[in-house]
């Protein structure tokens, strides 16, 4: 429809003769524009039993999954800024003849807040992120986390090159459930970030067998400082490396 679309598939064994019992998988993707600035998101699937993909699948993609997604997710969008609140849990197949494979942390809720004004005060830029997330496991430990990250940059630009100034400070908080004795179960850690994205073009016109042609030159310079601080105490909730690619280069963050 103009205002929403989705897929639902369902499959259903009423008797499987060599296990002795019913059997079934289903998914649900839909996606729906609310009206007044609000979205929807309905990412659901589940089988019923651990070896369904393995037993029944006759496609790799399928059969080779071991974390079927359950999501559901509302969002706003206003003119300068969105909010977003995300529940999201899997169900976690494990194959017994392979080694156990472990649960991803549930987010039960997450709720995140963006905000962008690149024409604030004096001809700078003003950003902002923020999240509040509540991790559940079954064994893990869990907590919840609070980030605030707001962010002022002066863009400086002209035809031929810019020069961006940005700093920040993300700001982290943790409080925790299931620590170690000894261990404390808040924790804070503020990081300033400061960064200067540069960059410049070269043009010239060149003539290869025959077709006139512009070809361009552009070295781009990134500075970034990121103290140090000690995290060991925190646990991994939903951190790991990002892949090696060109945005990742420039990017604050590599995880």
Known sequence: NHSYQGMARAEWLSNDRLEDRKRYGYSILHSQSLGFGFSGLLNVSGVSDDNYFRDLSSRITQSSQNNLLR?????????????????????TLQDPDLPPIDKPYQRVPQLTLTASRPEFLGGTAFAFNGEYVSFDHS?????????????????????????????????TRYNLDRQVAGTPDKL?????????????????????????????????????????????????????ISDFNFAQIFGENRY
């Open 188 to 240: 804070t850690r503020n990081v300033p970030i400061f960064s200067v994205d540069s960059g410049v073009t070269f043009e010239r016109e060149v003539n290869w067998f025959g077709p006139t042609l512009t070809q361009t030159l552009e070295p781009r310079l990134y500075y970034l400082y990121v103290p140090v601080r000690d995290q060991s105490l925190i646990p991994v909730f939903d951190t790991g």
């Open 139 to 171: 064994t893990q430990d869990t907590g919840r986390r609070l980030m605030l990250y707001p962010q002022l940059s002066l863009p400086l630009q002209t035809a031929a090159w810019y020069v961006t100034p940005k700093i920040g400070l993300h700001s």
């Open 71 to 91: 999501q559901g997710m509302l969002t706003y969008g206003g003119s300068w800024w969105s909010a977003t609140a995300n529940v999201q849990t899997y169900q």
